[in-house]
């Protein structure tokens, strides 16, 4: 079993900066890549970013490249999203989840979810 729980949301105002946390526990091999996701009221879950932990797969949407970053502490079993250069569009609750196999980019392919961390960017 894997138990995902994330950290750091909160509100911002646009361009400003908020970093994520995603600490797991459970099978390692039960979350061979980690994956950030986030759904808006009224929106489906989107796919933001994701890694495997040893790093050698990274994705980001096209939305968030180039302002988020991905990264991850092995020895602490968290895995981060630095988010840079926020805008109100960002605004959503953000989902970190594990996957056995590769980083997906859809939800449904992820099989452990953590409840969400909220973020909110003013204008």
């Known amino acids: 079993q894997v138990q995902l729980v994330e950290s750091g949301g909160g509100l911002v105002q646009a361009g400003g900066s908020l970093r994520l946390s995603c600490a797991a526990s459970?099978?390692?091999?039960?979350?061979?890549?980690m994956g950030w996701f986030r759904q808006a009221p009224g929106k489906e879950r989107e796919f933001v970013a994701g890694m495997s932990w040893r790093g050698a797969t990274i994705r980001y949407a096209d939305t968030v490249k180039g302002r988020f970053t991905i990264s991850r502490d092995n020895a602490k079993n968290t895995v981060y999203l630095q988010m840079n250069s926020l805008k109100p569009e960002d605004t959503a609750v953000y989902y970190c989840a594990a996957s056995s196999g590769d980083v997906y980019l859809r939800s449904y392919e992820y099989d452990y979810w953590g409840q969400g961390t909220q973020v909110t960017v003013s204008s």
């Open positions: 459970g099978r390692t091999f039960s979350r061979n890549a």
